[in-house]
C-alpha cells in the first residue's frame, strides 16, 4: 500500500535511497509529515540527516520519491520549487558588504518577474519578515557583523519573504547560546502553528526536540530507527543502541528528558531522586 | 582624505547623478582634445561646423573613436563585474579565458603566415583579415576553455579560472614563436595591435562594438539579481530557484563574446576589466546590478580619459593604450586600497 494513498497533503518520502561510490548513505527511508506541523530529525554524525533534508528538497538526485503537496519534486520547476519550499543553511562565506535587508530581499527572486522589478507590496513584505523576526532596527547593518542568532532569524526572514510552505534547516542552533537556541526554535514553532507553516529540521539537542517537534525522526547509519512523536521515538533502548551511550529517558507531562550516562557518570547518580532547585536558591 | 569628504557629500541618488554627469562631461571635454578646440567641438556637434574639414575630423575621426572609447571600457568594466560575481573570485576578469591570447594567435597567424609561405598577395586588406582573424583566435580559446570547464575535470571555478591561465600560457608561447621566426616588420604591427589601441577602430566598427556593448550590458543587467543569488553560493541559488550551473555558463558565454569583440577591434586592454569593478564596488555597492550600471559609468569614463592622454601626451605620436591603463589603473588602485585601510 502506497503511503501517499489517503493521506493529508503535507510532506512525503517514499524509499528514499542514495549512495555514494556504492557506500549507501540513505536506505530506503519513508516518512510522511502533515502541513502545519515541525519535524526534528535526529541522529548521530554520518547519520544522514543532511544528505536526508536534501533528498527531501530536491536538491540530491536520489532513488525513491519525495512529493509536497502531493506534486513530486522530481518534476517540479525550479522557480516554483523555490516558491514553496525554503532551505536554511548556515552561510558559510558570506560577502562582506551584503547588508541584512539586501540578504533578505534575496527572498523575493523566486516571486520577481523577469525584469526584476520590486513592487512596492514586495518591499513592504521585507519589512514586515524583518519585523516578524524582530531585526527591523538592524536592517541595514552588514549581515557578517549580526550573531549567528541573528544570522539564524534574518534567513527565516527570508523565507518568510519567499512566502515558502515548507522550510527546511539544517542545525539551526548550532553554535548558538541557550538564550538563541530557544529564541529561533520558538519562533519556528509559533510561525507552524499560526501560520500553518511546515517545519523540518535536524537536531543534535535531543531534549530541545522533545520541546519544540510534532514529530521525530531517529537516522542511524541511513536507516529510518523511528518516526513518531517524542514518546514514540525516545526510547531508551534504541538510544542507547544509536548513540552508543547509556542513557535514562524520563516522561513528564507532555515532555520528554533524556540524561546520557558515560561512564564517568554513571546511571545511578542521574537515577537518585533529584532536587529541585529554583531561581531563588531554594532546595526543594 | 579630499575622496573620504567628497563620499559623504555624494551619498545616495546623489552619487548616481554625479557620476552620470561626469561621464557626459568627459565625453564632451575629450572631444575637445587635439587639433580642435571645445568652441569648436560645440559648434561642430550642433551642426555649424565651420570648416568641411573640421567637419569630416570631428564626425569620422574624433567623435566615433570617443564613442567607441567609452564602449570598449564600460563593456571590459561590465564583463568584468559580472564573472567576478559568477565565480565568487575577485580575481576573474574577462581576459580569463584565454581571449587575449587566442586573439593574438590568431592575428599574428593571419598577418605572418601569408609572408611566411610566400604567398601572392590576394588583395585582402589587414583592416578586415586581422579582425576576422583575431575573432577567430578568440573564439577558439574561449570554446577550449569552456570545453575544460564543463569537462569532468573542471567542475569549480578555480579550476575554470586555472583552465583559462593554461590556455592563455599556451596560445601565447604559440603566438611567440611565431613573430620570432616571422617578418620583423608584420611582427612588429601585432606586437603594437595586442598591446591596445583604439586608434585602428573605424566608424564603420562602431556599428558592431557599440550594440554588442549595449546589448550584452543589458542582459547582465536583467539576470541581476539571479546574479546575486550566486553570490551566497551555489546551494543559496537553488535555494532561491535559480540553476547555478546553468546562469554561470550564461554569463561566462556573455561575457567571452563581449571581450572577444573588444579585443578584436582594439588589441589588448589590461586593468579595466579586473580594478573597475573593485573600484566601483566601493563606491557604489556589491548588489549585481549597482555593480553593473557603476561599472558602465566609470568603465567608459575611464577609457575615455585615458584616450585622451595616450594621443596627447606625446605630439604626433600615439601611446597604446594598453600601456597607460596598465599604469595608471594599477597606481589608482594602489591609492584606493590605502584610502580603503585608513
Redesign the interface.
Known amino acids: 500500500m502506497s503511503l501517499l494513498s489517503g493521506s493529508e497533503p503535507g510532506l512525503n518520502a517514499e524509499g528514499v535511497s542514495f549512495s555514494v561510490d556504492g557506500r549507501a548513505i540513505l536506505q530506503a527511508v519513508s516518512l510522511q509529515l502533515p502541513a502545519g506541523q515541525v519535524l526534528g530529525l535526529l541522529g548521530p554524525n554520518g547519520a544522514g540527516k543532511t544528505t536526508l533534508l536534501r533528498a527531501l ?1 530536491g ?1 540530491l538526485p536520489c532513488e525513491g520519491r519525495v512529493a509536497w503537496m502531493g506534486r513530486p519534486l522530481a518534476t517540479m520547476p ?6 514553496q519550499i ?2 536554511v ?1 548556515q ?5 562582506l ?2 547588508s541584512l535587508r ?2 533578505v530581499q ?5 516571486h ?1 518577474s ?3 522589478r520590486r513592487s512596492p507590496d514586495d518591499l513592504q513584505r521585507v519589512e514586515q519578515a524583518l519585523a516578524r523576526v524582530g531585526l527591523s532596527d538592524r536592517a541595514d547593518q552588514r549581515f557578517v557583523s549580526l550573531s549567528g542568532g541573528e544570522q539564524q532569524r534574518a534567513l527565516i526572514a527570508r523565507a518568510l519573504v ?1 512566502q515558502a510552505r515548507l522550510i527546511v534547516l539544517d542545525e539551526p542552533v548550532n553554535h548558538l547560546d541557550v538564550y538563541y537556541q530557544h529564541d529561533v526554535l520558538t519562533l519556528l514553532r509559533t510561525l507552524a502553528h499560526e501560520t500553518g507553516l511546515t517545519v523540518v529540521m535536524s537536531l543534535h539537542d535531543l531534549n530541545l526536540a522533545s520541546m519544540y517537534c510534532d514529530r521525530l525522526a531517529l537516522l542511524h547509519e541511513g536507516h529510518l530507527r523511528a518516526f513518531g512523536s517524542a514518546r514514540e521515538v525516545l526510547v531508551p533502548e534504541l538510544l542507547q543502541r544509536v548513540f552508543r551511550l547509556p542513557c535514562v529517558v524520563r516522561a513528564y507531562d507532555g515532555l520528554m528528558r533524556v540524561d546520557f550516562c558515560p561512564s564517568s557518570v554513571g546511571v545511578s547518580q542521574i537515577l537518585i531522586q533529584p532536587s529541585v532547585i529554583s531561581a531563588d536558591g531554594q532546595v526543594k | 582624505m579630499v575622496v573620504s569628504q567628497l563620499s559623504v557629500l555624494l551619498s545616495g541618488q546623489r552619487r548616481w547623478w554625479a557620476m552620470g554627469l561626469l561621464a557626459l562631461v568627459s565625453v564632451f571635454l575629450s572631444l575637445g582634445f587635439g587639433s580642435a578646440n571645445i568652441e569648436q567641438v560645440w559648434s561642430c556637434l550642433i551642426g555649424s561646423c565651420s570648416d568641411p574639414l573640421q567637419q569630416m575630423i570631428f564626425f569620422d575621426i574624433r567623435l566615433p573613436r570617443v564613442i567607441a572609447g567609452f564602449m570598449v571600457g564600460a563593456g571590459l568594466a561590465v564583463a568584468g563585474s559580472a564573472l567576478q560575481n559568477v565565480t ?1 573570485n575577485g580575481l576573474a576578469d574577462p581576459y580569463l579565458f584565454g581571449v587575449v591570447a587566442g586573439a593574438g594567435l590568431g592575428a599574428s597567424v593571419v598577418t605572418m603566415l601569408p609572408i611566411m609561405l610566400d604567398w601572392p598577395d590576394v588583395g585582402v586588406r589587414a583592416s578586415v583579415a586581422l579582425p576576422v582573424g583575431a575573432f577567430t583566435g578568440a573564439l577558439l580559446a574561449v570554446l577550449m576553455v569552456q570545453g575544460l570547464a564543463v569537462s569532468a575535470l573542471a567542475r569549480s571555478t578555480e579550476q575554470l579560472l586555472l583552465a583559462g591561465v593554461a590556455i592563455s600560457l599556451m596560445l601565447g608561447a604559440l603566438t611567440h614563436l611565431i613573430l620570432f621566426i616571422g617578418e620583423p616588420f608584420a611582427a612588429n604591427q601585432v606586437l603594437f595591435w595586442l598591446m591596445g589601441s583604439l586608434s585602428r577602430i573605424e566608424p564603420v566598427n562602431l556599428y558592431v562594438i557599440a550594440p554588442v556593448v549595449m546589448i550584452g550590458s543589458a542582459v547582465l543587467l ?1 539576470l ?3 546574479l ?2 550566486l ?3 551555489d ?2 541559488a ?6 547555478a550551473t546553468s546562469l554561470r555558463s550564461l554569463t561566462l558565454v556573455l561575457c567571452a563574446g563581449l571581450t572577444a569583440v573588444i579585443v578584436t577591434y582594439c588589441g589588448g586592454i589590461g586593468f579595466v576589466g579586473l580594478m573597475v569593478p573593485h573600484i566601483v ?1 566601493q563606491w557604489f ?3 549585481s546590478r549597482t555593480l553593473i550600471v557603476g561599472c558602465w559609468l566609470c568603465g567608459g569614463t575611464f577609457l575615455v580619459w585615458v584616450d585622451v592622454i595616450a594621443r596627447s601626451i606625446v605630439t604626433g605620436q600615439e601611446i597604446p593604450i594598453g600601456i597607460i591603463t596598465s599604469a595608471i589603473g594599477s597606481m589608482f588602485f594602489l591609492l584606493v586600497m590605502r584610502q580603503q585601510r585608513s
Open positions: 528538497t536538491q525550479l522557480a516554483e520549487r523555490a516558491r525554503a532551505i543553511n552561510l558559510n562565506d558570506p560577502v558588504a551584503l539586501q540578504v534575496m527572498g523575493l527572486l523566486p520577481l523577469l525584469l526584476g519567499q | 565568487r536583467v541581476g539579481h539571479r546575486d543569488a553570490l551566497l553560493g546551494d543559496n537553488f535555494n532561491l530557484g535559480v540553476n564596488r555597492g556589491v548588489t
